[in-house]
Each structure stands twice: as C-alpha cells, then as structure tokens.
C-alpha cells in the first residue's frame, strides 16, 4: 500500500515557468510533509516543509500549498531554472515515529 | 566538512559475498538512517536507530544486519549478497523529538551492483 503518492512521474518545464508536482497521502495522523530534491549522484536534500497548521508555506520560488481536507500538498516552483533539474520527492512522517514515507519522485527538466 | 559520510561510493561485488557499508555523521543527531533506493528511484526506509538503539526495522531480509556502535556512526553489513540488492543505499541522520522530525540529512549514498 503506498501511503505518499506523488504525481507526475516526469515534467518538462520551460524557463521561466511555473513546476508543480502533486502529492497525496492516506495516513491522517502524518504531521510533517518535507520536500526533498535529489541531483544525480547525491543524496536527497531537504528543500521545504510544512506542517498540517498551516496552508501554505513559501521559501523564496519554492512554495508547499497543503489542503488538510483532500489529504493532499503540492510543491510550486515559480520562474523555474536550469539548475532547478533535478528529481523531487515529496515525503510525509508522523509524531516521533523518526520514518520518513516518501512518494515516488518526479523527474523535472527545466528547459533554457 | 561533510555532515554525513558514507564509505565505499562505489561497490561492486559478487553474488553470495558478504559487504559492509560505513556511516558516519558529524552533526551531534541522536537517530540515523538507512535507506535504499532502487533502479526506479524509489526511496524506502531500511532500518533507523536512535541513541544506538534500534527503533525501526522494516521488513528487509535478515541478511542486512544494522550495528551501531555510538551515535555517530551507523553501518550496514550485508551478507550472501543477491542480484536484487543492487541499489543505492543512503544513511541519513535527524535529530529526534517534536519539532525536528522529518528533517534527514543525507549522505551521498552507496551504489551497490551484485553481478
């Protein structure tokens, strides 16, 4: 059963332009939803995070939209990037159980 | 100086040989990771210790065997290797408690490939 499922699978962006990649979870009692962003041959960093108090949350051209009653949060990349290229997991965890449940990853191009 | 360290990079070796991965993280974290990620890039956690007791063990075969011998440091020993277990395997570390949940550092993971 995935618990986090993330969509699209892949997504092509122009410079410029808007990325939004789409998450939905199962588990009520998650309470934090981090994004992370991968680059080939790294590790997953942590981008942003939210908590279900809040609706929204922006850290410079990166905004997490969380709507606690559809059970679902998105990612928004504004005036996207080349060096934006990259794959995006969205994850979600709950109280101190110290697991991060990931989605499956979209794979962003971010055309010049 | 990188927070979490994880040695070998690379590693390729036979099927049935025994291998162990080492993590090492610099950033005073109470809980560590590890975590695979699979051809298709998916990210599933393996195992997470905290205060170098083990307090998440999914269901991974018995083969993968975790030991922390202090906080710092988290390795992974895999015996009998399988094709199937070529993967990248990341350590990770966050520290515990309200308010820092979720946020998992990253090592730079360890590509494993089992011919």
């Known amino acids: 059963q995935q618990q986090v499922k993330q969509s699209p699978q892949s997504l092509i962006v122009q410079k410029g332009g808007i990325s939004i990649i789409n998450c939905a979870y199962e588990?009520?009692?998650?309470?934090?939803f981090p994004w992370y962003q991968q680059f080939p041959g790294k590790g997953p960093a942590l981008l942003i995070a939210?908590?279900?108090?809040?609706s929204e949350k922006k850290e410079g051209r990166f905004t997490i939209s969380f709507n606690k009653s559809a059970k679902q949060f998105s990612l928004h990349i504004m005036d996207s990037q080349p060096g934006d290229s990259a794959t995006y997991f969205c994850?979600?965890?709950?109280?101190?159980?110290?697991?991060?449940?990931f989605g499956k990853g979209t794979l962003l191009t971010v055309n010049p | 100086d990188t927070a979490v360290s994880q040695t070998p990079k690379y590693l390729v070796t036979q099927m049935g040989n025994d291998k162990s991965i080492k993590c090492e993280q610099n950033?005073?974290?109470?809980?560590m990771y590890w975590y695979k990620q699979d051809s298709k890039k998916f990210l599933k956690i393996m195992f997470s210790?905290?205060?170098?007791?083990?307090?998440i063990n999914e269901t991974v075969p018995n083969r993968f065997s975790p030991k922390s011998p202090d906080k710092a440091h988290l390795n992974l020993h895999i015996n009998s290797l399988e094709l199937g277990d070529s993967a990248v395997y990341f350590c990770?570390?966050?520290?515990?408690?309200?308010?820092?949940?979720?946020?998992?550092?990253f090592g730079q993971g360890t590509r494993l490939t089992v011919v």
């Open positions: 990770a570390s966050s520290q515990g408690g309200e308010g820092a949940r979720g946020e998992a550092f």
């Open positions: 588990n009520t009692a998650f309470d934090y």
């Open positions: 939210i908590r279900p108090d809040v």
């Open positions: 994850a979600a965890s709950k109280g101190s159980n110290y697991k991060l449940t």
């Open positions: 950033l005073g974290h109470d809980t």
């Open positions: 210790y905290n205060n170098k007791e083990l307090i």
